[in-house]
Nanobody, 124 residues
Framework: QLQLVESGGGLVQPGGSLRLSCAAS????????VGWFRQAPGKAREGVSC????????TYADSVKGRFILSRDNAQNTVYLQMNSLKPEDTGIYYC?????????????????WGQGTQVTVSS
C-alpha cells in the first residue's frame, strides 16, 4: 500500500512562492505517475499538475502554466511542486496523488492513492 504525505503549505502574500513536497513510502515509487490536485472552499477539486514515473514528462493546468514547476527525486521518493507568482485564486488544500503507470492527464478518479492534503493560503 502506497502512503503519501504532503508538506510545505502555509500562508504567503500574492506574488510569493512556496514549495510543496510529497513523500511516499514503498519501494516501487518510480513506477507511479504523481499528480497534484487542489480544492478551494465551495469548489470542486481540480488537477494542477502531474509527472511521469521517470520524471521526463509533465502536464500543467492552464491556470498554473509558467508559474508552477513539478519535479521528482525518485531516490528520495519525493515529488516537489514549486509554486511561484502565487495568486489569491491559488488558495486551497493541495493534495498529492499517485497511480501506477504512465502519464494520462489530471482526472482525479484515475488516482487511487491520496495524501491528506496541505493548506495553501495566498493573501495579503
Amino acid at each position: 500500500q502506497l502512503q503519501l504525505v504532503e508538506s510545505g503549505g502555509g500562508l504567503v502574500q500574492p506574488g510569493g512562492s512556496l514549495r510543496l513536497s510529497c513523500a511516499a513510502s514503498g519501494s516501487t515509487w518510480k513506477s507511479y505517475t504523481v499528480g497534484w490536485f487542489r480544492q478551494a472552499p465551495g469548489k470542486a477539486r481540480e488537477g494542477v499538475s502531474c509527472i511521469s514515473p521517470g520524471g521526463g514528462s509533465t502536464t500543467y493546468a492552464d491556470s498554473v502554466k509558467g508559474r508552477f514547476i513539478l519535479s521528482r527525486d525518485n531516490a528520495q521518493n519525493t515529488v516537489y511542486l514549486q509554486m511561484n507568482s502565487l495568486k489569491p485564486e491559488d488558495t486551497g488544500i493541495y493534495y498529492c496523488a499517485a497511480k501506477l503507470g504512465g502519464l494520462s492527464g489530471l482526472q482525479s478518479n484515475e488516482y487511487p492513492y491520496w495524501g491528506q492534503g496541505t493548506q495553501v493560503t495566498v493573501s495579503s
